[in-house]
């Protein structure tokens, strides 16, 4: 065999992790031992790091952090827009760090790394988390706005009676993200830890709307003033045109059932040959910003042929712009 780098001889040494390992962890010790190798090797003598997997997953997990975070700003945004309230949206939005930070228990306890599959979990129950506390926290305004009561009062009326509609909207996304924790398989090793961390956030979620957003409410929810002090939400600018439009489509919707039946059942139909139209793949395609050229060289080969190959092929690749050296 021979190495070259840049065309000058080198002495290749692969590092392979075993299996069960971190990735991140082992290139993080490599590189760490590789810098108290450098200072005792002669001075004609250097050490050159030519592939690293760990970049690319870390990479990976800095735009999914990135996405997390932005995805709970934007969060507590929308709520914020729609609600048009400072002190609720801020009752609400305290559902996703909480709920993600809880989640980290079970994960601690399953032994399971914030890794690709992990932080995708966390990253797209960003939405789902906030939904149990808005829920609560709505029916607990409209005690308060409606009924007259007091914040206190209301926040305990108000949780016992949507109580059950929130537990039976989260226990059923429960049913759909517990099975996939406990697939067999190799998609089992892949979607084990995005399931179970998934229904972790959901399940906590689900605690957190029937604790800490109820005692919130009842603490920084001004109570309603009533006709002479203040107005109902619903004639808010924002929320009159929404409830006029919805509004007429229910009214459509109510008067023409036959289209809608008809348009449901063409939806669920199309099912079908838009599956059929998608393509599949076990592992999405992934851009790494590497590549690597394979030759095969007749049989019975040299080394020096192969070599005289070879190296006019790299050369004219390491002119090519784009291409690190």
């Known amino acids: 065999t021979a190495a070259l780098l840049n065309g000058t001889p080198a002495v290749v040494v692969a590092v392979r992790k075993q299996s069960g390992t971190n990735t991140a962890a082992v290139a993080a010790a490599v590189k760490e031992r590789m810098a108290e190798i450098q200072p005792l090797l002669p001075k004609d003598f250097s050490v050159r790091l030519i592939r690293d997997q760990s970049e690319f997953i870390n990479h990976s997990l ?194 023409h059932r036959p289209a809608i039946v008809v348009v449901s059942v063409v939806t669920i139909l199309s099912i079908v040959p838009l599956a059929m139209m998608t393509g599949v793949n076990f592992i999405p395609e992934e851009d790494e910003s590497q590549f690597e050229i394979t030759l095969r060289a007749p049989e019975g080969s040299s080394l020096a042929a192969t070599q005289s190959v070879v190296e006019p092929i790299a050369r004219d690749v390491r002119e090519l712009p784009g291409v690190g050296n």
Request: aromatic share 8%; charged share 15%.
């Open 62 to 255: 800095a735009a999914i952090e990135e996405h997390l975070i932005l995805g709970g700003i934007l969060a507590a945004i929308v709520v914020l827009v729609f609600l048009g309230n400072v002190r609720s949206t801020i009752i609400a939005a305290l559902a996703i760090p909480v709920s993600i930070v809880g989640a980290f228990a079970l994960m601690a306890a399953l032994r399971y790394t914030l890794n690709q599959m992990t932080m995708l979990a966390l990253t797209l129950m960003v939405g789902v988390v906030i939904d149990d506390a808005i829920v609560v926290l709505e029916n607990i305004y409209r005690f308060v706005e409606e009924k007259g009561m007091s914040p206190f009062q209301a926040a305990i009326e108000g949780t016992r009676e949507i109580g059950l509609a929130v537990m039976a909207t989260t226990l059923s996304l429960l049913a759909v993200f517990v099975p996939v924790g406990f697939m067999s398989g190799i998609v089992g090793r892949f979607m084990s830890s995005f399931g179970l961390t998934a229904a972790a956030a959901i399940a906590i979620s689900l605690i957190v709307s029937f604790t800490l957003t109820p005692m919130l409410a009842a603490r920084w929810i001004r109570p309603h003033t009533g006709r002479d002090g203040g107005h109902s939400s619903r004639d808010s600018k924002w929320y009159r045109p929404i409830d006029a439009g919805y509004t007429r489509m229910l009214r459509w919707s109510m008067a």
